[in-house]
C-alpha cells in the first residue's frame, strides 16, 4: 500500500517572486499600464501576463497562471466593469512599436471568422466561409473580427503584431468596411504614415480614399479586368475645356506590349517573378495616379496565373511593391494563433464591450511576444529550450510564450507595477493581502 503524506512543503505553498523576470517586458508593461487610469493598473497588468502565460481564452485561466493578488470576481468585473478606455492600451502599444520598428510601417487589414456553438455570443452570425475548407459547411454560425496589424521583421519572417480590432454588428459585407475605416482612424498618426496592404476584397474605393486622407498609402491586389486608363497627354495651350483625367484605356494588347522584366522576390521564398509595370489611374479611385503591376511568380514546370497589384505610391518600383505585398501574409499565422493558441474562438463574455477588452487584453499579450522575438535578446534566448529536431538558432513566439510559461507560472505579477493609493499617498508595502498569505 503506497502511503502518501498529507505534508506539503513550504514552497509550494509560498507564491513565487522572480526577480529576473525579463527586463523588456517589464518596461513595456509598466508603459502600457501607466496609460490608464491608477486603480485598473495593477489589475490589468495582471491579466497581460496571464494571457501571456496562460492560453485558451478564458479569463479564469489566466489570473490562475499567477498569484492573484485577488479573488476571481475582480478580475471579471475589471473586464466587464473598469473605469479604463481601450483606446489609452492601443495608443501606448503604438507607441512601442513605432520604436521597435525603423522605417515605414506596414500594416494589414484582414479579417477572420471564429466558429460559434451559441448565438448568444456578442455579434453571433450565420456567415458565408470564404475558406472554403474540407467538411466544412458553406455557411457558418460565427463571430466576424477586423484586425489591424502591423509587419516586424524577425530572424526567420515578417510576424504580424496585432493592434486593434473591430467585432463585426451586422451580417453584410458594408460592416467590414466601415469597421476598418474605424480601426485607421483609431490609430490615426501613431504609427506615422503607413503603407497599408490589404487584399482584393478591402481593395475598395472608399476605404483607400480614407486611407489617403490619412496621409497613408496603399498597396493591394484587385481584379485583373480593372479598368486602366493612362495618364492623358499634356494640354495644348489656348486651348479651351477642362483638363482629360483619363487618357485611353490600358486593353490586354497594350498589357502585351509592356516590357518584361524579371526579379528575385525575398518575401516569396526567392521565387522568381515576371514582372510588368505601368503609371496610370484606374477608374474606381476617381482619379488617383497609382503604379500598375503585373506579377507571375514561378512555380514548377512554368509560371502562375497573373496577378494585379495596385500601390498609391508610384515612386515605389515594381520589385519593392511585390516584397511589400509579400509582408501580408503574415496576418494568417498571426489568426491562426488567436484562434487556436490565445482562445479568440472560446472568449465568452455576455457583452460586446467587456469581449473587446478581453480580446485586446490577449492581443497585447500576443502583441509582446512577437516583439521580444523581434528583439531576440540574450535574456529570452537563455529562457528557450529548442528540441533536437529544430535549429538552434529558432525563435518563434510560441517558444517565447512556452519559456515564460514554464520560468515564471505562479509569477507575482502585481509587484511589476508600484501601486499607490489614490488617497493616502505611495502604499509602503505591495506584497498581496495577509489573508492571501495566510492561505
Same mark, same amino acid.
Given at each position: 500500500m503506497l502511503r502518501v503524506s498529507p505534508q506539503t512543503p513550504v514552497d509550494d505553498m509560498e507564491p513565487h517572486c522572480e526577480t529576473s523576470f525579463p527586463t523588456t517586458l517589464s518596461k513595456w508593461l509598466r508603459e502600457i499600464v501607466l496609460s490608464i487610469p491608477e486603480a485598473a493598473r495593477t489589475t490589468l497588468a495582471e491579466l497581460i501576463i496571464g494571457a501571456i502565460l496562460a492560453g485558451g481564452g478564458h479569463v479564469t485561466q489566466a489570473f490562475l497562471a499567477l498569484t492573484p493578488r485577488l479573488g476571481w470576481q475582480a478580475y471579471h468585473w475589471m473586464i466587464e466593469r473598469g473605469r479604463f478606455r481601450l483606446l489609452g492600451l492601443i495608443t501606448a502599444l503604438c507607441g512601442i512599436i513605432r520604436r521597435e520598428v525603423t522605417g515605414r510601417?506596414?500594416?494589414?487589414?484582414?479579417?477572420? $471568422?471564429?466558429?460559434?456553438?451559441?448565438?448568444? @455570443? +456578442?455579434?453571433?452570425?450565420?456567415?458565408?466561409?470564404? @475558406?472554403?475548407?474540407? /467538411?466544412? +459547411?458553406?455557411?457558418?454560425?460565427?463571430q466576424s473580427f477586423v484586425t489591424?496589424?502591423?509587419?516586424?521583421?524577425?530572424?526567420?519572417? +515578417?510576424?504580424?503584431?496585432?493592434?486593434?480590432?473591430? $467585432?463585426?454588428?451586422?451580417?453584410? /459585407?458594408a460592416g467590414k468596411l466601415s469597421i476598418a475605416k474605424g480601426l485607421l482612424r483609431a490609430v490615426g498618426d501613431r504609427l506615422g504614415p503607413l503603407y497599408l496592404l490589404l487584399d482584393a476584397w478591402y481593395m475598395r474605393g472608399s476605404l483607400i480614399r480614407a486611407a489617403l486622407r490619412l496621409g497613408h498609402d496603399v498597396i493591394g491586389q484587385v481584379r485583373r479586368d480593372?479598368?486602366?486608363?493612362? $495618364? +492623358?497627354s499634356p494640354r495644348v495651350p489656348g486651348t479651351r475645356g477642362r483638363r482629360r483625367l483619363y487618357g485611353e484605356r490600358?486593353?490586354?494588347?497594350?498589357?502585351?506590349?509592356?516590357?518584361?522584366?524579371?526579379?528575385r522576390i525575398n518575401g516569396y521564398g526567392g521565387r522568381m517573378a515576371r514582372l510588368r509595370h505601368i503609371v496610370c489611374r484606374p477608374r474606381f479611385l476617381r482619379g488617383v495616379i497609382v503604379r500598375a503591376v503585373w506579377c507571375e511568380l514561378e512555380k514548377r514546370g512554368g509560371w502562375a496565373k497573373r496577378r494585379l497589384l495596385l500601390s498609391t505610391d508610384p515612386a515605389l518600383s515594381a520589385p519593392a511593391i511585390v516584397e511589400a505585398y509579400s509582408k501580408r501574409w503574415s496576418?494568417?499565422? $498571426?489568426? /491562426?494563433?488567436?484562434?487556436?493558441?490565445?482562445?479568440?474562438? @472560446?472568449?465568452?463574455?455576455?457583452?460586446?464591450?467587456?469581449?473587446?477588452?478581453?480580446?485586446?487584453?490577449v492581443q497585447i499579450g500576443r502583441a509582446l511576444l512577437v516583439l521580444l522575438t523581434a528583439r531576440a535578446e540574450p535574456e529570452i534566448l537563455a529562457l528557450v529550450q529548442v528540441g533536437g529536431w529544430r535549429k538552434a538558432t529558432t525563435l518563434t513566439p510560441g517558444l517565447v510564450k512556452d519559456a515564460l510559461a514554464n520560468r515564471f507560472r505562479n509569477f507575482q505579477a502585481f509587484r511589476l507595477v508600484p501601486a499607490t493609493g489614490r488617497k493616502s499617498g505611495p502604499v509602503q508595502s505591495t506584497g498581496p493581502p495577509g489573508q492571501t498569505i495566510a492561505a
Open positions: 510601417c506596414f500594416a494589414i487589414i484582414d479579417d477572420t $471568422l471564429a466558429p460559434r456553438s451559441s448565438a448568444k @455570443a +456578442p455579434g453571433a452570425a450565420m456567415r458565408f466561409d470564404h @475558406a472554403a475548407k474540407t /467538411n466544412r +459547411p458553406k455557411f457558418l454560425l460565427c489591424l496589424s502591423t509587419v516586424v521583421a524577425c530572424r526567420d519572417r +515578417p510576424r504580424a503584431v496585432p493592434v486593434v480590432t473591430g $467585432l463585426c454588428r451586422s451580417v453584410g /459585407n480593372t479598368a486602366l486608363f493612362r $495618364l +492623358p490600358i486593353d490586354a494588347d497594350a498589357i502585351a506590349r509592356l516590357p518584361i522584366s524579371t526579379h496576418t494568417e499565422p $498571426l489568426f /491562426n494563433a488567436l484562434k487556436l493558441t490565445d482562445g479568440m474562438g @472560446a472568449m465568452w463574455q455576455r457583452g460586446r464591450t467587456a469581449l473587446l477588452r478581453w480580446l485586446h487584453l
